[in-house]
């Protein structure tokens, strides 16, 4: 009997001791844990409570003393409202690559290119409790290159800060042609600017790139005035022409019949002329192609893009002489179809640009295409006819 108290008596002990252990470990000390974890989860929102609290106040204190940085929403460039951000940004970029493009051709610039040339993000903030970093904002840079008339000129800057978007004119750049230089009399310069548009956090949500405005807040010109018109009132960069020396009286002698300026033969030229390379392009979500043709009588280049307004191509001889008028018509990856004087012709790349009639297509085949008849040219007026005028 005494043999079998002892064991008993120590299973006792150890059941004593066991219990309250395996209770400590089991039970107490997950609890315990799990309160110090929502305590500091408790003091962690609460802090971050008064940050954006304090972020509120600064941000109204800022609001208030800065009103015109509420519409910077507006005028920013947009954020997605429907579309894929990766799409949406593409389209920003092709909208406003247009806009840029419409200022240029409707001031009259000359050989004008409009490039995206650079993309970077601005400063950067703690996200919060999301994590991570986000930029406040993002700015996209055009080179924007042309030449004409300082009036062109400026009436092309007058409007691309007209433009209803968050953006500023980075550098400008006027001079004029090196070719020109013993020209002063001539009013021909070159134009090159870079415009950067910015997009900020919390800008308005659309898809199209430009506000709806009712009226401006905040104008920047003074719209009575006419900028081109001031400005090449007073040109520094060209020489006023020498006044016409006053004659004595003469005698009156019969009017000799002033020069004609000549002109070049039509075909001889346009065999100079080359259609160089074909090649599809993006504009948006939207791809195109762009045809490019070189001028070895004046190594001068053209191009004509078949997405937009610009899809016309005008050669002139080296008097100015028009010796090709021609529109794009169709178009895919291996040739170009042009209506010139009223009829279609067909261009293979490497060919000149002479529409002799090897090249001329037959209403069964412009048919094919999907093309109208073309129409018929106007008769030109003789010379008779212009003097009556």
């Known amino acids: 009997m005494n043999s079998m108290r002892l064991p008993v008596l120590m299973a006792v002990v150890a059941a004593g001791l066991g219990i309250p252990i395996m209770g400590y470990y089991m039970l107490w000390s997950p609890l315990s844990d799990l309160q110090q974890r929502e305590e500091a989860i408790a003091i962690s929102l609460q802090k971050e409570l008064k940050e954006n609290s304090d972020h509120l106040k600064i941000r109204k204190q800022i609001l208030k003393s800065h009103p015109r940085l509420e519409d910077w929403k507006v005028l920013s460039w947009p954020e997605p409202k429907a579309k894929p951000a990766d799409r949406h940004g593409n389209d920003l970029q092709a909208e406003f690559r247009n806009t840029l493009e419409d200022i240029a051709e409707d001031a009259g610039l ?38 004409g008339s300082l009036a062109e000129i400026s009436k092309a800057l007058e409007g691309v800060y007209k433009i209803p978007t968050l953006h500023r004119v980075a550098s400008l750049t006027i001079k004029r042609d090196d070719n020109d230089k013993k020209n002063l009399t001539k009013d021909s310069l070159d134009l090159s600017l870079s415009v950067e ?47 016409t020396p006053v004659k004595p009286p003469t005698t009156t ?84 179809v042009l209506m010139i004087d009223g009829a279609y012709y067909r261009f293979k790349v490497g060919d000149d640009l002479y529409p002799d009639e090897s090249r001329a297509l037959s209403p069964e085949e412009y048919k094919g295409y999907g093309l109208k008849p073309p129409p018929k040219p106007e008769p030109k007026k003789t010379v008779d006819e212009d003097a009556g005028m």
């Open 197 to 243: 548009a910015l997009s900020v956090v919390g800008a308005e949500k659309r898809d199209a790139l430009l506000p709806v405005l009712v009226a401006p807040k905040y104008p920047l010109l003074n719209p009575k005035r006419d900028h081109d018109k001031m400005l090449a009132g007073a040109n520094p960069f060209v020489l006023p022409a020498p006044p």
């Open 253 to 336: 002698t019969p009017q000799v019949a002033r020069e004609e300026k000549p002109v070049e033969d039509k075909e001889e030229y346009l065999t100079g002329v080359r259609f160089t390379s074909l090649s599809s392009y993006e504009r948006g979500s939207k791809t195109g192609w762009l045809a490019q043709f070189y001028d070895q009588n004046n190594n001068g280049d053209k191009k004509i893009y078949s997405l937009g307004l610009r899809r016309g191509i005008e050669i002139t001889d080296m008097y100015g002489n028009p010796v090709l008028n021609g529109e794009m018509a169709w178009i895919n990856e291996r040739m170009l």
């Open 110 to 147: 000359e050989n004008w290119t409009v490039d995206l040339s650079k993309i970077s993000s601005g400063q950067t903030a703690t996200g919060g409790r999301v994590g991570g970093k986000k930029a406040l904002w993002q700015s996209s840079t055009y080179r924007v290159a042309g030449k």
